[in-house]
């Protein structure tokens, strides 16, 4: 999305570094994995919603859905979808996620493969132990809904912990 002439931008060099990271490990994990998985940066609306008759760009074509991290495919089907949130400490880009959630439902993929990475002092936890405020939320509901949620993790546990995730969903997938 891009901003309009005269506001901040939407990301920030902070935003576009996690979001590097974690395409770069996503694409490195997945490399070796042959030619039926496919991580697509881009989806038509039209290829989602067959009955799109309403979200077309001015050119006519259809409009394109641009998780960050990409939609991954087995199959030619689409099994995962990564989403990465980076908040300063106010703001309320998190709640963009929740976009994603009727996507996931209605094409039947399991609510754990929404891979949702919070990144930010916006999602950093205070003394208690918390998230406070709607970057809180967010991060709770995206639990609570079966979302796998990454929050704020150093680069080598990201790696490692995303690495199992993703080959429990390659073992589930080519079983």
Partial sequence: MTAQKGTHEFSSTQSRNIEKIVKSLIFSTIKSWGGKWKLKKEIPFSDIFTSNNISFQK????????????????????????????????NNACERVFKY???????????????????????????????CGQTGATVLSMQNWGATVFTNLDLPVLENNLKLKLQLLRQEHEA
């Fill in 59 to 90: 050119n006519g074509k259809s409009t394109v859905l641009k998780p960050d991290g990409g939609m991954l495919y087995y199959n030619n089907k689409p099994v995962a979808l990564f989403e990465v949130k980076y908040q300063k400490a106010r």
């Fill in 101 to 131: 959630i009727p996507i996931i439902e209605h094409l039947n993929i399991e609510k754990k493969n929404l891979f949702t990475f919070f990144y930010g002092s916006g999602f950093s936890e205070n003394h208690k132990g918390h998230i």
